[in-house]
C-alpha cells in the first residue's frame, strides 16, 4: 500500500508542477503582450511627440536669431545715441564760443559805455554847492 499512496502522491506532484508551469506560461504571454502594448503606446506617442520637438526646436532657433538681432539693434542704438550725445556737445560747445562769448564781450563793452556816461555825468553834476542849494530850494515844501 505504501507504493499505491507513493505513486498518487507522485501524480498530485506531477499535476501540481503542470499546473504550475502553465501559470508560469500563461503569465509570460501575459507580460509579452503588455510588453509589445507598452512598445506601440511608446511608438505611438514618439510619433505624436516628434512634431512638437520640431515645432520647439525651430521656436527655439526662432528666439535665438530675434535675441541676436535686438542685440545687433540695441547695440546700434547705444552707437547712435552716443554719437548724438558727442554730437550735442560739439555744437554746445560751438554755439557757446560762437554766441555766447561775443555776447560776454559785448555785455562788457555796454558796462564800460555805462561806466563811462555815468563818469561824465558825475562830471557835470559836480557843480559848486550853492548853486545846486538854488536849485533845490525852489522845490522845498514846507
Known amino acids: 500500500m505504501t507504493g499505491g499512496w507513493t505513486d498518487l502522491f507522485l501524480g498530485v506532484i506531477a499535476a501540481a508542477t503542470l499546473v504550475m508551469a502553465l501559470i508560469q506560461i500563461g503569465a509570460i504571454i501575459a507580460v509579452v503582450r503588455v510588453g509589445r502594448q507598452a512598445q506601440q503606446a511608446l511608438s505611438l506617442v514618439q510619433q505624436e511627440i516628434r512634431p512638437l520637438v520640431a515645432k520647439a526646436n525651430a521656436i527655439a532657433e526662432d528666439a535665438t536669431r530675434t535675441a541676436a538681432l535686438a542685440t545687433a539693434q ?8 552716443t554719437d548724438l550725445s558727442r554730437r550735442v556737445e560739439e555744437t554746445a560747445s560751438i554755439v557757446q564760443q560762437a554766441i555766447v562769448m561775443p555776447a560776454r564781450e559785448g555785455m562788457a563793452i555796454v558796462a564800460a559805455i555805462k561806466a563811462g556816461l555815468g563818469a561824465f555825468r558825475g562830471f557835470r553834476d559836480m557843480r559848486p554847492r550853492a548853486a545846486r542849494h538854488e536849485e533845490e530850494d525852489p522845490l522845498f515844501i514846507g
Open 74 to 81: 540695441a547695440q546700434k542704438v547705444d552707437v547712435l545715441v
